[in-house]
């Protein structure tokens, strides 16, 4: 076997962003995390019900994400997906419709948190199987490649999906064909109450890339900077024919895996220590010393971002629940890609 290009740094360059960089990213993740801290509160007041799992923490992965990919990418990911759509472009109000399972839902009330779905943003879902996104990610890059679009679909999952057989198999086709794909591991270190370490002798999850010679390296998902600086170069090569790249981005999420998590598998100290290490603490240090934001300005995209959420909510609120013919609408639909006889 050839030998296979890994390595635990995101990138080889050093990138310099702009000011205006780091004030969309800061008002992404607070919108994120500010949107997410609410949704556990509804849920409490059985506003929301079903599953719901929260994205508290690992904001610095979709932030940077998004920045480095182009408007007509696609994206899909598992079931922690309520503000990576958001990140995207889409309003907060029509996620959290759809989490009400009104009809104004992004979905229009028949997903529901785990199931959320944009086709105008490019983002194919939130999928409630393990791993189930994994080989249709692929597929997504496939119908890019077959069309000619120079698009790539960044696939993303937990560390519990890279145990299930489609990840594997996914991995190694994706390679063969060198289809137009990056696949996004965020290991927040914990497949449900199961540690990474419980589960497997291969602790650094970029290594099973090696197996499929596919690029493979690991990222500071705390870092939105190296969130960004990965994705960029990992979806140029993509875009140049290179096929796909697998990254490992390790992040922490604050909450439990799920709402109803009561998290007794690891100690409170270990939260605290991630949450001294905060990605969005840490890109407003880098701002406040470059001089670029006060405590004012941070006070007032604050009272932007709660505005921005507490209309969502009362448009939620206010929004009708779906008919019952609604039932029987959505089914079927018919495909626009034209190598799908009909």
């Given amino acids: 076997m050839g030998k296979v290009e890994t390595k635990k740094s995101g990138s080889k360059k050093t990138v310099a962003f702009s000011k205006d960089q780091y004030y969309q990213w ?30 508290i923490g690992q904001e610095a992965v979709a932030a940077g994400i998004v920045s480095a990919t182009k408007k007509e990418d696609k994206h899909i990911t598992a079931y922690r997906d309520h503000v990576y759509p958001i990140a995207l472009g889409l309003h907060p ?103 990474v370490e419980r589960t497997s002798n291969v602790t650094d999850l970029y290594k099973l890339g090696c197996a499929y010679d596919i690029p493979s390296f690991q990222v500071d998902g705390l870092s939105v900077e190296a969130v960004h600086t990965a994705i960029y170069e990992a979806v140029e090569r993509a875009r140049q024919g290179e096929g796909p790249t697998l990254f490992e981005i390790r992040t922490y999420r604050y909450r439990g895996h799920s709402m109803s998590d009561p998290q007794t598998y ?47 909510i009362q448009f939620a609120e206010e929004s009708p629940y779906p008919e019952p013919h609604e039932l029987y609408e959505d089914v079927y639909v018919q495909s626009d890609y034209p190598f799908i006889r009909e």
Wanted: proline share 1%; charged share 25%; hydrophobic share 35%.
């Fill in 26 to 55: 800061l008002e992404q993740m607070l919108l994120m995390r500010r949107f997410e801290e609410k949704t556990g509160q509804l849920y409490v007041q059985q506003k929301i019900r079903g599953f719901c799992h929260l994205y």
């Fill in 93 to 195: 109000k029509y996620v959290m419709a759809e989490m009400y399972a009104k009809v104004t839902g992004c979905s229009r009330g028949k997903g529901g948190s785990m199931h959320i779905f944009s086709r105008a943003h490019n983002f194919f879902g939130g999928y409630g199987i393990v791993g189930g996104q994994i080989p249709l990610g692929a597929g997504i890059a496939f119908v890019e490649w077959y069309l000619g679009t120079g698009n790539v679909c960044i696939t993303s999952m937990g560390d519990g999906a890279v145990r299930q057989g489609a990840f594997h198999e996914t991995l190694n086709m994706a390679m063969t064909w060198k289809l137009p794909v990056v696949f996004v591991i965020e290991n927040n270190l914990y497949a449900m109450g199961t540690s």
């Fill in 266 to 312: 690891r100690t409170k100290e270990e939260v605290e220590e991630y949450k001294r290490n905060d990605c969005i603490e840490r890109v407003i240090k880098t701002m406040k010393d470059n001089g670029w934001i006060t405590d004012t300005d941070i006070e007032k995209l604050e009272e932007k971002v709660k505005i921005t959420v507490d209309e969502s």
